[in-house]
Structure formats: structure tokens, C-alpha cells
């Protein structure tokens, strides 16, 4: 099945800053790779998705890269602002129907 | 458009107690998902069903866990005898009819359950 690996586990930026978090995958086959926020005692929330015959995307300030041949993609986010603290998640799958997440990156952002 | 609704928030039982989840999808998705979320970690999917037909519990503890979508639409998850492992975050997700063209999943709240 597919392996998800992503680091780092906790990340402390200081406001402003940007932020790089690095997930890479092991089922060649995986297709889609989306990344969700998750606040404290809410579910995760989609914050920007790619697939695989794209290698980057940009929505505002959130950016996400994909390497196929490596098996790694990447989220930035810059210029980062106290309400991006969070967990981050990233995940990959074959669509919607098996999606496996990583272990989560506990972003801070320091004022 | 309401979101994924689950019931209760917090649940707080003894170790051999049985415990019920409730998970109601946004309108008009056929897709369910039951995830199991440990402290620290990312979720981990439990079942998913399509409409009523559940296609994947390859990752269900069958010998203790159970779970139902009987009309295709709100889904009960259950747990008996409950043991103190089983203290998680239990996140219900649903999606569109064949993915609804971008696969995104709608989680609910979670339902944090505490074993004693």
C-alpha cells in the first residue's frame, strides 16, 4: 500500500517568514496529492491540492510542488501570518477512493 | 450548505464499555469515510462506503468494531467492548458522486472519545 513520510514534525517561523513542509510518497501510481489544515478540535480543511500531470500550483500566499520521478511534493507558505498555525497534512491517493496522510507538521508562527 | 455533521463532540466511557458515533455527510454525497485520528498522527481510515455497500474495511478491528449506513446516507460507528487503545479522534468525511471532479474530502468535527 502507500507509504506517506513527511517532516518536519513541528515547525516554529517567525510571522512573515515562510514556511516549507515535505512530504514524499511510495505508490507510483498515486495521482492526487491534497493538503489539508486542521485547527485544534476541528476536522482538516482543504487548503490547496495538485495532481500529477502538474508540477506546481499557487493559490495566494500557498504554494504546493510536485516531483513525480522523486515521489516528493512540498507546500510553501509565505509570508506567514499567526492564523496559519495549525497542523498540516499531507496526503496522497489514487482520487478519492484510498488516501493515506502523513504524520503531520505542527506549524507556529510567532508574532 | 450544511457541513458533516457528528454526534456527540466528547465521549468519555470505562474500558469494556460500548460506544456508538454518529455521522450525517452533506447532502447528496455518496461517499462516507470513517477515519481513526491517534494524538500526534494523521488519520487513518477505518471504512468506506459508497452509498450502503461498504468497498473498503480492510482496516477495520472486525472483532470489536462495527459499522452501518443503512439507508446510504448517516452512518453509526460503533465500538464493543471499548478499550483504552481505542482513545482517538473518530473523523467521519464524505464526497460527491465520483469524486465530484476534484476528490476533495469534507471532513466533520470528530468525535474525541477518552477510554478509562
Known amino acids: 500500500g502507500e507509504n506517506v513520510e513527511q517532516h518536519p514534525s513541528t515547525l516554529s517561523v517567525q510571522e512573515g517568514d515562510s514556511a516549507v513542509i515535505k512530504c514524499t510518497y511510495s505508490d507510483s501510481a498515486s495521482n492526487y496529492f491534497p493538503w489539508y489544515k486542521q485547527e485544534l478540535g476541528k476536522g482538516p480543511q482543504l487548503i490547496i491540492d495538485?495532481?500529477?500531470?502538474?508540477g506546481e500550483k499557487k493559490d495566494q500566499r500557498i504554494a504546493v510542488t510536485l516531483n513525480k520521478t522523486a515521489k516528493h511534493f512540498s507546500l510553501h507558505i509565505t509570508e506567514t501570518q499567526p492564523e496559519d498555525s495549525a497542523v498540516y497534512f499531507c496526503a496522497a491517493s489514487r482520487g478519492y477512493q484510498k488516501v493515506t496522510f502523513g504524520i503531520g507538521t505542527k506549524l507556529q508562527v510567532i508574532p | 450548505e450544511a457541513g458533516v455533521v457528528q454526534s456527540p463532540r466528547y465521549k468519555i466511557i470505562e474500558k469494556k464499555q460500548p460506544v456508538a458515533f454518529w455521522c450525517n455527510p452533506i447532502?447528496?454525497?455518496?461517499?462516507l469515510y470513517w477515519y481513526r485520528q491517534n494524538l500526534g498522527q494523521g488519520p487513518e481510515l477505518l471504512i468506506r462506503?459508497?452509498?450502503?455497500?461498504?468497498?473498503?474495511d480492510s482496516q477495520l478491528p472486525k472483532d470489536r468494531f462495527s459499522a452501518e449506513r443503512l439507508k446510504g446516507v448517516d452512518s453509526t460507528l460503533k465500538i464493543q467492548p471499548a478499550e483504552l487503545g481505542d482513545s482517538a479522534v473518530y473523523l467521519c468525511a464524505s464526497v460527491p458522486p465520483g469524486g465530484g471532479g476534484t476528490d476533495t474530502q469534507y471532513f466533520g468535527p470528530g468525535t474525541r472519545l477518552t477510554v478509562l
Open positions: 495538485i495532481r500529477s500531470n502538474v
Open positions: 447532502s447528496g454525497h455518496n461517499t
Open positions: 462506503y459508497e452509498n450502503e455497500e461498504a468497498v473498503d
